[in-house]
C-alpha cells in the first residue's frame, strides 16, 4: 500500500496520541479501507494492517492507566501473598522492579533481562495496575483506609475460596493482546519471587477487538448486556465515584480502590430460563439492554413505572432494580471480564450431573470509598436479586489502588517512597 | 577512585553526578562519550561467587571508545568478557565501540564479569559502576539486580560454572 503509506502513518500517530484512540481508529481503519479497496468498504473483513497492535496506552500519569483505559478484550489478575522478610525497604524494591517492567512492556519496549523483547512490540493497549492489600499497607507503615481489608459477609449469597480471593499485592493487566499480557504477567511473577508468592491467577476475556465498535457494552455469558449505566472516564460521574480525595489518606489521593469477585454462573440453570424469565430477572431486553420501561439501552430505567395490572413494570428485585442508584457519582465503576474455565475434576453441577461448564465473570469495580459505594449495593443485591438464582460469588478481594506516576518513580510512592 | 569523573549523564539510567562534577572546575560541558542504557546486574549469593552486569553502551562521538576497566561498589573485581562458542573468556584490549555506535552487554554475549562478590546482590538492588575509557575517562551508572536464571556461561577453560559444584583447585 505504498500511496496511502505517509498519511496513513500520520494518522497512525495522531490517533494514537489521543484518548479516543480506540474508537477513532475503528473510523480511521474504516476509511482507509475504503480508499484502498474502492466499494468494498462495507464488507467485513480480515484486518490487514494489524494497526492495533502497535496501540499504547500512555503508563505514566496521575492515575494508573488500567483504570482509565479502555478495558482490553483480555485481563489477567496477579495476586500475590508477601514473604515474611519482606518489609517497607524491600517492598519498595520490588514496586520499584514491578513497575519498571510494566513501564517498559506497555509501551511495546522488553523489560530489563527480558530475552524475548520480541513479544512486547504489540502491546495492543497493554496497561498494568497496581493494588495493595491490607498487609502491604500495614508493612509499609502508612494510614489504612477504613474499608481496605475483606468485605462484610454475604451469607445469602457467598461461597467464597480461598484460592480465588484475598491477596497482598494485586496486578491487573488488560489489554486486546493475549501475548503481551502472557510476557508481561511472566516478567512480573519473574521479579517477584524473592518477595512474595503467586496466591492465585485468573483470566477473563470480553469479545475481541474489531468484533464489536469500540466502546460497546460486554455482554457476559447469560447474554446480557452488562454494564450500561456504569460512568465511563471523562464522565463527571466517573470522577466522583472513582478517585480518592481529601477523605483519604494522603497517599491515596488520585488513587481508588478496587473489589473483584469472582462469579460462578450457572449456565445449566439458566438453561432452564426461558426468554421472558431472563429479561425479568434483570429488568432489561436481551436484544440490546434498554430497559424494559422503554427507549435504548442507555436510556434511564423506570422503576416506577406501572403496566396495566397496576404492577410496576420492571420487578422491584430485578437486578437493575436492585443495583440501582440515583447517582451515578456515587456509585461504582464496573469492569467486568468473563471467565470459561476447564471443568475441575470431580466437579458436579446444581442437578448433581458431571458438570460440563465453568464459567463465570471476573466482576471488578472501582469506588473511591468500599464501604460507602460498594457495600450498600451489594447489601441490596445479597438480599433481593433475581439473578442470584444463577449466580454465586466464589472469590472476592478488596485493594487500594495507588494513584499513577511520573517517568522516573514508581506505584506505590506515595506510601513507600 | 582512580580518575575524576566529570560527565554529566545524561541517560536516565545513568548516574546524574552532579555533586562529583561539582567538584571538577575544569567540566567539560559537553555529554559523556558513552552513554549506559537499560543497565542491571544479575542476583547472586556470596557462594555463587561471581555475577555479571550488563546493558547497552552507545558511543556518542566520532572517534572509537575503548572500555579499558569496570569497577563497582558491589565487587572486587570485574573483567570484561564476552562469550564465544558458549565459554566465557577474558576480552584483551578491553571493550571497543565505534564512533556512533553502540554495544549491548547482554547473556550469551559481552559482559561485565563480577569476581568474588562479598555479599548477596539482591533483587531490587541498585548496584553502582564505573567504566574506565582508554583515555582515562569514566562513566558511572547505576545497574537495577534482577533476579536471572540465565547467564551461566562457563569458562574458557572447560570448567562448567553450570555444573560443577565448587571448583577444587585453586
Avoid at chain 1, 119 to 138: C, D, N, Q, S
Avoid at chain 1, 173 to 198: C, E
Avoid at chain 2, 17 to 30: F, K, M, R, W
Wanted: charged share 20%; aromatic share 6%; hydrophobic share 45%.
Amino acid at each position: 500500500m505504498p500511496a496511502a503509506d505517509t498519511s496513513g502513518l500520520s494518522r497512525r500517530r495522531l490517533l494514537l496520541g489521543g484518548a479516543a484512540a480506540g474508537a477513532g481508529a475503528a473510523v480511521a481503519l474504516g476509511a482507509e479501507r475504503a480508499g484502498l479497496v474502492p466499494g468494498a468498504a462495507p464488507e467485513p473483513a480480515i484486518d490487514a494492517a494489524g494497526l492495533n497492535g502497535e496501540r499504547v496506552v500512555p503508563f505514566h500519569g496521575a492515575h494508573q492507566a488500567g483504570v482509565t483505559s479502555a478495558p482490553g478484550a483480555h485481563a489477567t489478575y496477579l495476586a500475590f501473598d508477601l514473604l515474611a522478610g519482606t518489609d517497607r525497604d524491600r517492598l519498595r524494591a520490588w514496586m520499584r522492579l514491578l513497575t519498571d517492567d510494566a513501564a517498559r512492556l506497555t509501551q511495546g519496549r522488553g523489560a530489563l533481562a527480558d530475552l524475548e523483547p520480541e513479544l512486547a512490540v504489540r502491546p495492543a493497549g497493554l496497561t498494568a495496575t497496581f493494588g495493595l492489600g491490607v498487609e502491604a499497607v500495614r508493612r509499609a507503615g502508612a494510614a489504612v483506609p477504613s474499608w481496605l481489608g475483606p468485605l462484610p459477609a454475604f451469607p445469602e449469597i457467598d461461597a467464597l475460596e480461598a484460592r480465588w480471593s484475598g491477596g497482598d499485592v494485586l496486578v491487573l493487566l488488560h489489554g486486546d493482546d493475549p501475548t503481551a499480557i502472557a510476557h508481561l504477567a511472566r516478567m512480573l511473577v519473574r521479579d517477584s519471587r524473592t518477595f512474595a508468592t503467586l496466591r492465585w491467577r485468573q483470566a477473563g476475556f470480553r469479545r475481541a477487538y474489531g468484533s464489536d465498535a469500540s466502546g460497546t457494552t460486554m455482554r457476559n455469558l447469560f447474554g446480557q448486556v452488562d454494564g450500561s449505566t456504569t460512568p465511563q472516564p471523562g464522565d463527571e460521574a466517573f470522577d466522583r465515584a472513582v478517585w480518592a480525595g481529601p477523605e483519604a489518606p494522603a497517599w491515596l489521593r488520585g488513587g481508588t480502590s478496587l473489589v473483584l469477585r469472582r462469579i460462578a454462573m450457572n449456565l445449566e440453570g439458566w438453561d432452564e430460563v426461558g426468554r421472558e424469565g431472563r429479561e425479568a430477572a434483570v429488568g432489561r431486553r436481551l436484544a440490546d439492554g434498554a430497559p424494559l420501561t422503554g427507549g435504548s439501552e442507555h436510556d434511564a430505567i423506570d422503576l416506577d413505572k406501572k403496566d396495566a395490572s397496576g404492577f410496576t413494570v420492571i420487578n422491584p428485585v430485578a437486578h437493575a432494580a436492585s443495583a440501582h442508584v440515583a447517582d451515578a457519582g456515587a456509585g461504582i465503576v464496573r469492569m467486568g471480564f468473563s471467565y470459561d474455565d476447564p471443568v475441575e475434576a470431580g466437579a458436579v453441577d446444581a442437578a448433581g450431573r458431571p458438570a460440563v461448564s465453568n464459567s463465570g465473570l471476573l466482576f471488578g469495580s472501582w469506588q473511591r470509598d468500599v464501604d460507602a459505594q460498594y457495600v450498600p449495593m451489594q447489601r441490596r443485591l445479597a438480599r433481593a436479586d433475581l439473578l442470584n438464582t444463577w449466580t454465586t460469588p466464589i472469590g472476592s478481594g478488596v485493594w487500594a489502588i495507588p494513584p499513577g506516576c511520573e517517568e522516573g518513580g514508581f506505584v506505590g510512592e506515595t506510601l513507600l517512597g | 577512585m582512580f580518575t575524576r569523573p566529570r560527565f554529566l549523564a545524561t541517560a536516565a539510567t545513568v548516574i546524574a553526578a552532579a555533586a562529583l562534577a561539582g567538584c571538577s572546575s575544569d567540566a567539560v560541558p559537553s555529554g559523556p562519550e558513552l552513554t549506559v542504557t537499560d543497565p542491571w546486574v544479575k542476583t547472586a549469593a556470596p557462594e555463587d561467587m561471581m555475577s555479571a552486569a550488563f546493558g547497552t553502551l552507545t558511543n556518542t562521538t566520532d572517534h572509537d571508545v575503548t572500555v579499558v576497566a569496570a569497577t563497582s561498589d558491589v565487587s572486587p573485581e570485574i573483567q570484561l568478557h564476552e562469550v564465544v562458542g558458549g565459554q566465557m573468556q577474558e576480552k584483551d584490549g578491553g571493550l571497543t565501540i565505534p564512533a556512533g555506535a553502540s554495544l549491548t552487554l547482554e547473556p550469551g554475549g559481552f559482559h561485565l564479569m563480577l569476581m568474588g562478590i562479598p555479599a548477596a546482590i539482591v533483587a531490587g538492588d541498585e548496584a553502582t559502576f564505573t567504566l574506565e575509557l582508554s583515555d582515562g575517562e569514566t562513566v558511572t551508572f547505576t545497574a537495577t539486580a534482577k533476579d536471572f536464571d540465565g547467564a551461566n556461561e562457563s569458562y574458557g577453560s572447560g570448567m562448567d560454572m553450570s555444573a560443577s559444584p565448587e571448583p577444587s583447585e585453586g
